[in-house]
């Protein structure tokens, strides 16, 4: 597609549910971002990879959440047992190069996750 | 790490150029510039990126002073679309990927 698509834009979740958020990069590109962002707050960097390699989960705040990337382009954040502290815009963002130190990304417009 | 460090908003009349600092002491030789600006409800937006020299694009201008301790993005006819949180990034050499601070929010005002 042109951009990164991320589904659902909107999500509420009650406490203790598992959501899962889908992230749909642009065609071709071989790295995969993701990012959590809380109210006034800047993005967070959760988890980083190369094609279906998952390179980087440094950022993931929790063993509650879990990201996948099976075949390299889509790829599913999925976070269980939801906690109202996760409430935040989830980010997505995709390059084209798999090289370090390319840090042009185009990025989606996030899933804002609810918990209540 | 170069950490970075910007005003945490600024002023700007439409039509007039809006001129956003970013102090990066601790930069090294080899570290990029980069510029992000995240309007509300969005995801960010690449703007431009520099190592030494200035640049522009069709959004803005890069001005890198020569010690690299400081740069400046240029809007050169803010717009109030423009409106958004300016993010300036030095991403470290040996990092996987960028890490945003808190940014400086940018208000164009008619």
């Known amino acids: 597609g042109a951009g990164v698509s991320q589904s659902p834009r909107y999500k509420v979740a009650k406490r203790g549910q598992d959501v899962a958020l889908r992230c749909d990069p642009i065609?071709?590109?071989?790295?995969l971002f993701w990012y959590q962002q809380a109210l006034g707050q800047g993005p967070e960097f959760l988890t980083y990879?190369?094609?279906?390699?998952?390179?980087?989960k440094s950022g993931l705040p929790s063993d509650r959440f879990f990201a996948e990337r099976p075949e390299g382009s889509v790829s599913t954040l999925k976070i269980q047992r939801t906690q109202q502290e996760d409430s935040a815009v989830y980010l997505c963002?995709?390059?084209?190069?798999?090289?370090?130190?390319?840090?042009?990304?185009?990025f989606g417009s996030g899933t804002r996750l609810t918990v209540v | 790490d170069a950490k970075t460090t910007q005003p945490p908003s600024m002023d700007c009349a439409e039509g007039r150029a809006a001129n956003l600092p970013c102090n990066h002491s601790?930069?090294?030789?080899?570290?990029?510039v980069y510029w992000y600006r995240q309007i509300h409800s969005q995801g960010p937006q690449y703007i431009i990126h520099?190592?030494?020299n200035n640049e522009t694009n069709e959004m803005a201008s890069l001005i890198i002073t020569e010690d690299r301790k400081s740069s400046t993005l240029i809007l050169p006819h803010a717009t109030l679309r423009d409106t958004a949180v300016y993010y300036c990034i030095v991403p470290p050499q040996a990092g996987t990927a960028l890490i945003f601070g808190k940014g400086t929010t940018l208000s164009v005002s008619s």
């Open positions: 990879f190369q094609n279906e390699a998952q390179l980087d």
């Open positions: 601790t930069i090294s030789g080899n570290e990029y």
């Open positions: 065609s071709g590109h071989v790295s």
């Open positions: 520099g190592l030494k």
């Open positions: 963002a995709s390059s084209l190069s798999g090289q370090k130190h390319n840090y042009g990304y185009t």
